[in-house]
T-cell receptor
Framework: KQEVTQIPAALSVPEGENLVLNCSFTDSAIYNLQWFRQDPGKGLTSLLL?????REQTSGRLNASLDKSSGRSTLYIAASQPGDSATYLCAVDNDYKLSFGAGTTVTVRA | NAGVTQTPKFQVLKTGQSMTLQCAQD?????MSWYRQDPGMGLRLIHYSVGAGITDQGEVPNGYNVSRSTTEDFPLRLLSAAPSQTSVYFCASSYVGDTQYFGPGTRLTVL
């Protein structure tokens, strides 16, 4: 059974600081890994998708890396802004089944 | 495109009642799935489908039924609601192996 862990559970940083969010998983036989953002009371919005053959993906201020052999992914958010405050979730896809971490709740202080 | 839509947004049931949560997508995605989200536990997969007429169980399928008669719709049925099924339910769709698109969720309370 795939287990996905996200550390830390919560993070508070001043505006402008870079964010580093970690995700680890136990079964490396994944198809892909996705990072999502969830605002309070809302659904999930996909940020980045990394296929199993890729090492990283970038979109604007966001960069996600994937090390399948060690079962780790890291999401970097550069120059954080108060609008980046949200919960960030990672999910791994094993044979059509997505397993989610519990998320990291980020607060960016103005 | 409306994306992924879910109805209702909120629902209160009594123990033992049955109901159907609706999910529809207009992106012609083959893959659709249902999750429940409970505090501190992340999202857990209930059921999924890789196309019309094909469904399979996820991590927490007990107490829920699904069917997929069309590409667009993937309803989730609660057979006999229990307080343990109080949760927020999300539907998602995608092309197989591609970015998942989520609906806004249904907040269900079972008394």
């Amino acid at each position: 059974k795939q287990e996905v862990t996200q550390i830390p559970a919560a993070l508070s940083v001043p505006e402008g600081e870079n964010l580093v969010l970690n995700c680890s998983f136990t079964d490396s036989a994944i198809y892909n890994l996705q990072w999502f953002r969830q605002d309070p009371g809302k659904g999930l919005t996909s940020l980045l998708l990394i296929q199993s053959s890729q090492r990283e993906q970038t979109s604007g201020r966001l960069n996600a890396s994937l090390d399948k052999s060690s079962g780790r992914s890291t999401l970097y958010i550069a120059a954080s802004q108060p609008g980046d405050s949200a919960t960030y979730l990672c999910a791994v896809d094993n044979d059509y089944k997505l397993s989610f971490g519990a998320g990291t709740t980020v607060t960016v202080r103005a | 495109n409306a994306g992924v839509t879910q109805t209702p947004k909120f629902q209160v049931l009594k123990t033992g009642q049955s109901m159907t949560l609706q999910c529809a997508q207009d992106m012609n995605h083959e893959y659709m799935s249902w999750y429940r989200q409970d505090p501190g536990m992340g999202l857990r997969l209930i059921h999924y489908s890789v196309g019309a007429g094909i469904t399979d169980q996820g991590e927490v399928p007990n107490g829920y039924n699904v069917s997929r008669s069309t590409t667009e719709d993937f309803p989730l049925r609660l057979l006999s609601a229990a307080p343990s099924q109080t949760s927020v339910y999300f539907c998602a769709s995608s092309y197989v192996g591609d970015t998942q698109y989520f609906g806004p969720g249904t907040r269900l309370t079972v008394l």
